[in-house]
């Protein structure tokens, strides 16, 4: 496996600012972005994580240019670029798929953008010499897409994007139709390219776990609006919203009762927070948090167990039928077979409450 290098053809002078104030787009019936605030700041890796169809590439095409808001502005450094052309715009983009010219080898791909601007072919050839070493792929610039894995397809598209010296680097879901191994390579490869050349960054993806190990801050789109940006840590452990909460990792949701600020649930009252009125509710409850005991007397049993290498994963059914996930050392699950009787107990405070759901 090759490495992307450390030697660098350049470092920004100025990291840029980006942002999305107001951004409305409808294409016939559908509101592809309804209002999408955020602002990206200098240096910045920012996820833009959400469900399919909730407007992430169609904000990263306004950025870009390819796209124009109904309403709403898109800022570079404070300056409008809202009517600006795509060509004009210094953003550098890669794609799912695979984009690359395929008549063309590695180095006119990585060339490409700058024969279009004019530069002289022993320049742009040295140029596209030190990308394709910056991402690895030094000894393949003669090759064509099609002699090349996907994952150095994905090396090549990023190369180009960043021959024009892009003061945005935009990746839609670069990494969605690699293998899962190549996939995990690639992105903190990415991240430390990113980190080196401290380029201003949007990386659109529906992986929450991917969105969370890469980014700075990992903005949370729904229904073509921001629900949370955050840093990963913040964004799992204080998610805003019951839908942020879900969308980031594993939750179970346990059956509750709010009163002045804490909530009964499991037989125990813990503080809770959470914009409900009092009432039944659902304690939303991480994995690791929740223990699980075997106990004759206990009211839940074990549905099943899955083995995830440094935990256990043990599915509960409390006595009113809610099921719920507990992440077990290995240690803790031994003997925890289906049928079991348990305990379960939460030692902390829910991460939210949220509005009962039906079942
Ligand atoms: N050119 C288009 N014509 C019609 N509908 C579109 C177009 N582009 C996007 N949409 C719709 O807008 C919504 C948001 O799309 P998109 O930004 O691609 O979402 P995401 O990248 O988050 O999956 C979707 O419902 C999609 O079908
Ligand atoms: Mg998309």
């Not at 053809?9 to 294409?27: I, Q, S």
């Amino acid at each position: 496996m090759t490495h992307m290098t450390a030697t660098l053809p350049e470092t920004l002078e100025k990291a840029a600012t980006v942002e999305f104030r107001g951004l409305r787009r409808e294409f016939g019936a559908t509101v592809a972005l309804d209002g999408l605030d955020l602002t990206v700041r200098p240096g910045e890796f920012l996820a833009l994580l959400g469900p399919s169809g909730c407007g992430k590439t169609t904000a990263l095409r306004m950025l870009a240019g390819f796209e124009h808001p109904d309403s709403g502005a898109v800022l570079v450094d404070g300056e409008d670029v809202t009517q600006v052309p795509a060509h004009r715009r210094d953003a550098g983009m890669v794609f799912q798929s695979y984009s690359l010219f395929p008549h063309l080898n590695a180095v006119d791909n990585v060339a490409f953008g700058l024969r279009m601007r004019g530069t002289r072919t022993a320049e742009r050839r040295s140029r596209a010499a030190e990308l394709l070493e910056l991402v690895g792929l030094a000894d393949k610039g003669e090759r064509y897409p099609h002699q090349l894995s996907g994952g150095q397809q994905q090396r090549i598209a990023l190369a180009r994007a960043l021959a024009l010296r892009p003061r945005v680097l935009l990746l839609d879901e670069p990494l969605s139709a690699l293998d899962a191994k190549v996939r995990l390579t690639l992105r903190e490869e990415i991240r430390r390219l990113q980190q080196e050349l401290g380029i201003t960054t949007l990386f659109v993806t529906h992986d929450q776990e991917e969105a969370l190990s890469v980014a700075d801050r990992v903005a949370v789109m729904r229904a073509g609006r921001l629900e949370q940006c955050a840093a990963p840590a913040e964004l799992y452990g204080r998610p805003a919203t019951a839908f942020v909460a879900e969308f980031v990792g594993t939750m179970s949701r346990l059956p509750g009762e709010l009163k002045d600020g804490t909530v009964e649930v499991l037989g125990q009252r813990l503080p809770a927070d959470g914009e409900v009125p009092d009432g039944p509710v659902d304690a939303l409850v991480r994995p690791e948090t929740l223990r699980v005991a075997a106990d004759e007397q206990g009211t839940a049993c074990v549905v099943a167990t899955a083995f995830l290498g440094a935990v256990v994963r043990v599915t509960v059914r409390l006595a009113d039928g809610t099921e719920a996930k507990a992440d077990l050392p290995a240690h803790e699950a031994t003997g925890l077979d289906a049928g079991t009787a348990v305990g379960v107990s939460l030692p902390e405070r829910p991460v939210l409450v949220a509005a009962r759901t039906q079942k």
